[in-house]
């Protein structure tokens, strides 16, 4: 629904994601509020928002390959692990981070096609257990390993960011280094779609039948989508490592995987609008119980007890969010927008 004398004469004026002076404009106060945010927030919200800005890089990988190609992907966080040490080891040799992280994206990419080649060939339930099987060599990888080549069960150091003299060592030099790089995927994953690959991936995952007869060659496809949504995770596990300035095997589990999944699914799979607003809303929600659970610890409530409560009640959110809006968050913000653009006139 777009506001009366918008039109569009042109295929990339209808597919352009800002369409409207006003909408461009909420882009500019969102962007103004990120770059201020650091002037009022302390070292610990902005090492929050630094974590959920790589985060949402990991996840629009996932609205690559599951959103848009349709293809179920429970090995995320394996894929953000092979960035995560692949960042590790060529930091080690002196490398500049803007060649160390499309590096580490590089191999993460490579790493998920050896995975995809089989998984591009089942459906359902059996691509999720193929995918499952990256989760569960990936650590046994690491660990079977010598220990100088990837640290083993110990774990490797990570050389920090450096410009020319300036070491990125405190809070709000991570937060504005990942805010740029989110930035960046993000403008990728809304452009994505409106390319010749984009809608390829959409066509098979609305119905790959119907798109090999069209010409669309599915196999290549599914595993380009794999490719494509990997390197997202590389350079979310590149990022991870230069923040926590060291790696281990026990940061990339298939608990990750099932959270990021997890925002995937309740901000809308089919929307890189969706990855944001599950990423913040499952962040914030995290943060809000996190808070509670310290306040009564420090009543005395046993630590162990409270942690597993905290996860079943951020379980039982998502679960309410999905009852009540399967289609995601982005479906519902469409919906407000909708009837806000109509008002006062009726939605039928």
Same mark, same amino acid.
């Given at each position: 629904m777009l506001p009366t004398g918008v039109q569009s004469l042109k295929y990339t004026q209808e597919s352009a994601v800002l369409r409207t002076t006003r909408s461009? #404009?909420?882009l500019v106060v969102l962007a103004c509020a990120l770059v201020g945010?650091? #002037?009022v927030a302390g070292p610990y919200m902005l090492g929050v928002f630094?974590?959920?800005? &790589?985060t949402l890089m990991a996840v629009y990988g996932l609205y690559v390959t599951v959103g848009m190609a349709g293809q179920i992907n429970v090995a995320q966080s394996a894929f953000v692990g092979v960035g995560a040490f692949a960042a590790a080891k060529l930091s080690g040799?002196? *490398?500049p981070f803007f060649i160390v992280i499309p590096l580490a994206a590089l191999m993460a990419g490579l790493t998920s096609i050896l995975f995809a080649l089989p998984a591009a060939r089942v459906k359902g339930f059996y691509l999720a257990l193929t995918t499952l099987a990256a989760q569960v060599?990936?650590?046994?990888i690491i660990l079977a390993l010598p220990m100088e080549w990837l640290g083993g069960l110990v774990g490797m150091p990570v050389e920090p960011i450096r410009f020319g003299t300036l070491t990125l060592g405190a809070p709000i030099h991570f937060y504005y280094f990942t805010l740029a790089l989110a930035a960046l995927l993000t403008v990728a994953a809304f452009n994505l779609g409106r390319s010749r690959f984009g809608r390829a991936m959409l #066509?098979?995952?609305d119905n790959d039948v119907v798109a090999e007869v069209m010409g669309v060659p599915v196999f290549r496809i599914k595993v380009m989508s794999f490719f494509v949504g990997s390197l997202f995770a590389g350079v979310a596990g590149a990022c991870t490592a230069y923040f926590l300035q060291f790696v281990t095997v026990s940061s990339f589990t298939l608990f990750a995987s099932v959270w990021y999944l997890g925002m995937l699914i309740v901000g809308g799979a089919h929307s890189p609008l969706g990855a &944001? *607003?599950?990423v913040v809303f499952i962040t914030l929600l995290q943060e809000t119980l996190h808070d509670v659970a310290n306040t009564l610890m420090q009543s005395g409530a046993s630590g162990g007890l409270l942690f597993a409560l905290t996860s079943i009640v951020l379980g039982g959110c998502i679960l309410i969010a999905l009852i009540f809006e399967p289609r995601g968050l982005a479906h519902r913000w469409a919906v407000l927008r909708t009837t806000f653009q109509l008002w006062p006139f009726p939605r039928n």
């Open positions: 461009r #404009a909420w945010y650091p #002037a630094s974590h959920m800005f &790589i040799y002196g *490398l060599v990936f650590p046994i #066509a098979v995952r &944001i *607003l599950g």
